[in-house]
């Protein structure tokens, strides 16, 4: 049988499709290699997963209904969806809306009406949600049962949707589905648009750093191995279909465990043996001053359990940052 990976040369596509592939799993991905960031590395990411057994790649666009639909034709095989595909970052939704609504409302739209039209052939839907849900919560650590009806971005606003919408044809349909909600993910092949990329290259360069918050920000850093544990757990974890429930679920994927900006900074610093030039800032649009994951239930109910502290995890995407740049 096949999973279908959207979003297959993103950060954590491409390292939930080595793990599938490397269990023995078929895994058909599709991308549609947008220029949001740096296509070389998207690129390269791909041709990782080229030589392994069972892979399969199809240039194509979640948010465009031909084009997704194409990619699937003649795979009767496929029983399972892992959606990752979405336009990311909260402060390019403040440049770029449209780009949100595209990607992330309809392109989760049509990942859904395939959902659908497979039916009972479909075990389960995996798919992407954001710690940014939660908004400007102050109650920490953020659990899945707190109010998240008050988004501070567009990005967030777009990610919460995408959760009502999968739960409404969960009823409806009877699509079993798992949203879930990650948390500062980081490591190596890692997106230049997040923080662990931008603050190493600028380091290296010399450049200034900017620190929002004048530093005063903490977020649950969680290491992409962790991340795919806990998306591959959820895979062979539907939820339960009964005429009591709607077979819909939501966890947090985090680390469990908030971490001060300016101690991740330390340890970029520490790993490259280089001092920052700290650009402090105010807040940003959007941004918020703390995450906090409480993982109670995944650990419960996936057996998840994230193992990799930034002590580890940061040296780690230093060493593969060097390697891919050949410095």
């Given at each position: 049988?096949?999973?279908?990976?959207?979003?297959?040369?993103?950060?954590?596509?491409?390292?939930?499709?080595?793990?599938?592939?490397?269990?023995?799993?078929?895994?058909?991905?599709?991308?549609?290699?947008?220029?949001?960031?740096?296509?070389?590395?998207?690129?390269?990411?791909?041709?990782?997963?080229?030589?392994?057994?069972?892979?399969?790649?199809?240039?194509?666009?979640?948010?465009?209904?031909?084009?997704?639909?194409?990619?699937?034709?003649?795979?009767?095989?496929?029983?399972?969806?892992?959606?990752?595909?979405?336009?990311?970052?909260?402060?390019?939704?403040?440049?770029?809306?449209?780009?949100?609504?595209?990607?992330?409302?309809?392109?989760?739209?049509?990942?859904?009406?395939?959902?659908?039209?497979?039916?009972?052939?479909?075990?389960?839907?995996?798919?992407?949600?954001?710690?940014?849900?939660?908004?400007?919560?102050?109650?920490?650590?953020?659990?899945?049962?707190?109010?998240?009806?008050?988004?501070?971005?567009?990005?967030?606003?777009?990610?919460?949707?995408?959760?009502?919408?999968?739960?409404?044809?969960?009823?409806?349909?009877?699509?079993?589905?798992t949203g879930l909600r990650f948390f500062s993910a980081y490591g190596p092949w890692g997106r230049p648009d997040m923080s662990a990329y931008i603050f190493t290259?600028?380091?290296?360069?010399?450049?200034?750093?900017?620190?929002?918050?004048?530093?005063?920000?903490?977020?649950?850093?969680?290491?992409?191995?962790?991340?795919?544990?806990?998306?591959?757990?959820?895979?062979?974890?539907?939820?339960?279909?009964?005429?009591?429930?709607?077979?819909?679920?939501?966890?947090?994927?985090?680390?469990?465990?908030?971490?001060?900006?300016?101690?991740?900074?330390?340890?970029?610093?520490?790993?490259?043996?280089?001092?920052?030039?700290?650009?402090?800032?105010?807040?940003?649009?959007?941004?918020?001053?703390?995450?906090?994951?409480?993982?109670?239930?995944?650990?419960?109910?996936?057996?998840?359990?994230?193992?990799?502290?930034?002590?580890?995890?940061?040296?780690?995407?230093?060493?593969?940052?060097?390697?891919?740049?050949?410095?």
């Open positions: 049988m096949t999973v279908l990976v959207t979003g297959v040369a993103g950060f954590i596509g491409m390292h939930v499709a080595e793990t599938l592939l490397a269990r023995g799993e078929s895994v058909l991905g599709i991308d549609n290699l947008n220029d949001y960031y740096d296509v070389n590395l998207k690129k390269a990411r791909v041709a990782r997963l080229d030589g392994m057994r069972g892979f399969r790649f199809v240039h194509a666009d979640v948010s465009e209904a031909d084009s997704l639909d194409e990619a699937v034709e003649g795979v009767p095989e496929l029983d399972r969806i892992i959606h990752l595909a979405a336009q990311a970052g909260v402060r390019y939704s403040l440049k770029n809306p449209a780009a949100y609504v595209k990607a992330n409302l309809i392109g989760q739209f049509n990942v859904m009406e395939l959902a659908r039209r497979l039916g009972d052939r479909l075990q389960h839907m995996v798919y992407a949600s954001s710690s940014s849900v939660y908004g400007g919560n102050t109650k920490l650590p953020f659990a899945v049962g707190d109010p998240v009806d008050s988004p501070i971005s567009l990005y967030a606003a777009t990610k919460r949707a995408d959760e009502l919408m999968c739960y409404s044809y969960s009823d409806m349909f009877g699509v079993k589905a290259s600028k380091i290296i360069a010399g450049e200034p750093i900017p620190v929002f918050n004048y530093g005063e920000m903490s977020r649950d850093f969680t290491y992409v191995d962790d991340i795919v544990q806990g998306v591959v757990a959820a895979l062979d974890r539907p939820p339960r279909v009964n005429e009591e429930s709607t077979p819909h679920a939501l966890f947090n994927l985090g680390n469990h465990k908030v971490e001060p900006l300016m101690r991740f900074i330390g340890l970029i610093e520490s790993a490259l043996g280089m001092r920052a030039v700290i650009d402090y800032q105010p807040i940003q649009p959007g941004d918020v001053k703390a995450t906090y994951a409480d993982v109670e239930a995944s650990r419960r109910c996936l057996g998840y359990e994230p193992r990799t502290s930034i002590d580890t995890g940061i040296p780690k995407f230093v060493a593969w940052y060097k390697e891919y740049h050949g410095i």
